[in-house]
């Protein structure tokens, strides 16, 4: 069985500065998606980036960026040039690419400072 | 494209009552999902649709819990004989054929007094 850990219950940042959330995983298979979702306050969780396992690149999505260490099991995102609008719970995700479901981490809550 | 929605959105019930929640997923969307989110934990998965076929159901899925996608569109989660237990709120998403990304509805939160 896969699990999720995300190590940070809760964290903080300034309006504009970067931070980083930790993700890891446990899977003995090798062919997996990774995702971060976005859950804001009172508002339905969406997608905020993804990476295939196979790819060595690092996934970017404007001010957010992933740190994939495919041997280390690791899987962080950052987020860069903060802003209210990304104070939020974030969770890692984990789904094998034959399979359906997703096994989420238990979450991060953001709060970004003004 | 109106997103996935879920009917109702609160329900508060008496243990022992039944349940039923439904899902709308996005048209055209082949795979709809059910999970469960407690109080700051993330959503543990239920059972998962591809069309009318009910692929994998979670260890979690009790009896007193069944789920149907009867003609491939919207679906339907209830509880039977309910427990203090089964407060929290129920999640659904769905995802086009081949998809990597899951889109989730807004969620039924139910609470059981």
């Known amino acids: 069985a896969q699990t999720v850990t995300q190590s940070q219950p809760e964290m903080s940042v300034q309006e504009a500065e970067t931070v980083t959330l930790s993700c890891t995983y446990d899977?003995?298979?090798?062919?997996?998606?990774l995702f971060w979702y976005k859950q804001p306050p009172s508002r339905q969780m969406i997608l905020v980036i993804r990476?295939?396992?196979?790819?060595?690149q690092n996934a970017t999505e404007n001010r957010f960026s992933v740190n994939f260490q495919k041997a280390a099991k690791s899987f962080s995102l950052k987020i860069s040039d903060s802003q209210l609008g990304d104070t939020a719970m974030y969770f890692c995700?984990?789904?094998?690419?034959?399979?359906?479901?997703?096994?989420f981490g238990d979450g991060t809550t953001l709060t970004v400072k003004p | 494209d109106t997103g996935v929605s879920q009917d109702p959105r609160h329900k508060i019930t008496k243990r022992g009552q039944n349940v039923t929640f439904r899902c709308d997923p996005i048209s055209e969307h082949n795979r709809l999902y059910w999970y469960r989110q407690t109080l700051g934990q993330g959503p543990e998965f239920l059972t998962y649709f591809q069309n009318e076929a009910q692929l994998e159901k979670s260890r979690l899925l009790s009896d007193r819990f069944s789920a149907e996608r009867p003609k491939g569109s919207f679906s339907t989660l209830e509880i039977q004989r309910t427990e203090q237990g089964d407060s929290a709120m129920y999640l659904c998403?769905?995802?086009?054929?081949?998809?990597?990304?899951?889109?989730f509805g807004p969620g039924t939160r139910l609470t059981v007094t």
């Open positions: 998403a769905s995802t086009p054929g081949g998809g990597y990304e899951q889109y």
């Open positions: 995700a984990f789904r094998l690419t034959n399979a359906g479901k997703s096994t």
């Open positions: 899977t003995s298979e090798n062919n997996y998606y």
């Open positions: 990476q295939e396992a196979y790819k060595q």
